[in-house]
């Protein structure tokens, strides 16, 4: 395949710049997708997998440098090195001063991990990698079932779409800003795991099934999983704590919103909050709340407020001229600040789509994303939705109170974890590590 030629360097897009400077602890920024086959993976033929797919997406080989007043990211040569998993799930991959990709390509038993940088792309951008990289690996891995005309991958996006940085694109200057309100939200506060560690727990249940228990409350499935959430989070307040409220933020994809194909960060946020010695915390209620956010929130004109209050920073003649030592220090303050405002996040990826001719090579796709708090990811692939928590702390009552309340409502769940802090399988018998720190 011939690569196409990118530029020697790049500026950051708007949402990256601040991942660099706000690496702390268990959040190292990172998230992966994953992809289980149902056959063992051949390394040889992933490597070659991986090599073809990365020459599709230049923007991903790179390197990033401190530059006098931006980190920036500069091309290089370097081809990515498929290793057998063995770091914890989203474990650290940018070092200072070391010339190295911002992602990481692995695997273990049946199972495909791309592990990304949040600099390089956000989940929209991460997850087309990977399908690319899955779908070479098949086309190669059984030759014998395509022959000379393969499945065709829906992702026909040239190299200069890829890599466009659609915040510039989008930027509108006269757009007025957004103020924002800072708010105590309610924060869990639980022994941490050692040495910055991750407790990945996930749980599977039918697409239908959960469709069918929102449909019952008249709403969609990620209004419904989020008002599942609150409940959860609120079952591990403190009576003391009723009073703040329970706040997640939820990123979306602009892609919906603005036309873009770019594989770089192109997201935005918004906000719902509950509290509970406001409103009566019936399942009805909280649904409603989220409902009614959703509705308000996700809107073109809202969210190009938002984008554009973000990237009017990036614009600011003083912040331009500043040293990127001073950038660096008021970025870490300004999130230390943000998340006390924050008592987590739940990211819906949506549907993964593979050609049909894959049926029966694949089994499922899977994502997680570091932090420093606790997380909810979602996917899903063909009729199985995936629920994946992360959580640098010890205890695991939040991630158990969630899948109980699926079981309850009559959804099977099964749930696998990579720590032995984790639950029993609720259901079935699915009891196999998401992670090759403890996987036998």
Known sequence: MRRESSAPWSRLDNAAKIFPSTVEGADTRVFRFSCELTDDIDPYVLQMAAENAAASYPNFNVIMKKGLFWYYLESCDLK????????????AIYEDDVRSLLYRITYYGKRINLEVFHVLADGTGALMFLKTIVYRYIIYRYPELFGDCPPVLDE????SQKS????QKYYDKSVKKRSVK???AFRLKSERLENNKLLAIEGFASVKSVIAAAHKYETSLTVFLTALYIKALSMEMPLQSRNRPIVINIPVNLRRYFPSETAKNFFGMISVQYNFTERSGEMEDIIAVVNEEFKKQLTKDNLAIRMNSLAALEHNPFVKIAPLPFKNEVLRIARKIGVKGETSVISNVGKVDMPKEFDGLIKRFSVFVSTQNIQLNICSYKDELQMGFTSSYAATDVQRNFFRALTELGIDVTV???DSYAEKPLEGDDTSCSSAENAE
């Open 182 to 184: 800072m708010i105590k």
């Open 156 to 159: 026909d996006a040239s190299f």
């Open 80 to 91: 990515p090195q498929v290793s057998e998993e063995s770091l914890p799930v989203c474990a």
């Open 164 to 167: 466009d940085d659609s915040f």
């Open 416 to 418: 696998r974890s990579n």
